[in-house]
């Protein structure tokens, strides 16, 4: 597990490579890490999910960092190129040196949550998390966001399970 404070150094580290190398880097955090780093809903992630340029020069970066620090090699990496859209909302995050870093917006990042799904692990605490921080009081609420991203065609039927789910949790809080 990586902790907030060691994204941001390896994310530094990542920054001053590039620099050296006289590149600049771009990169958009997306997954546990925004929820990590943006959010401060958390305080570890696996790894950091995102998509960066120049992709082959910042592959040889993370497996070098990955060496100098002792963490997995995926402990960066871009799995989730799947979920991300030509119409994925972004907003700046931070500089590190020669590395701009976005993220996806709230909204853009419950999307991709819901098309996953996923009630195992972080992310179904995630979707609720984004779920009071965007005040979603309904399904049709929660369908409008995913449906500004992704064909209503590929939602998954576990989606609307998880809506529900987390709907009544949050009627049951008040």
């Known amino acids: 597990m990586m902790s907030r404070e060691s ?24 997954g546990g890490a925004s ?24 592959n040889d970066i993370i497996r070098e960092i990955a060496e100098e620090n002792g963490l997995p090699l995926g402990w960066l990496n871009d799995s989730v190129k799947g979920f991300l859209t030509d119409t994925a909302q972004t907003e700046e ?27 195992t692990g972080q992310d179904y605490q995630d979707i609720a998390y984004l779920f009071r921080q965007l005040e979603i009081a309904s399904i049709a609420d929660a369908q409008r966001i995913v449906e500004e991203y992704y064909p209503v065609a590929l939602l998954l039927p576990k989606t609307q399970y998880v809506i529900e789910q987390i709907l009544e949790e949050i009627r049951r809080e008040r």
């Not at 959010?39 to 020069?57: C, F, G, I, Q, W």
Request: hydrophobic share 45%.
């Open 7 to 30: 994204i941001i150094e390896n994310l530094k580290r990542l920054g001053e490579k590039l620099e050296e190398r006289s590149l600049t880097g771009e990169l958009i955090l997306t």
């Open 93 to 119: 995050f931070a500089r590190f040196g020669a590395l701009r870093v976005s993220t996806v917006t709230p909204r853009y990042l419950l999307a991709m949550k819901l098309m996953s799904a996923r009630m």
């Open 35 to 58: 929820m990590c780093l943006v959010h401060s809903a958390r305080d570890m992630t696996k790894d950091v999910d995102a998509l960066y340029e120049p992709k082959t020069e910042i």
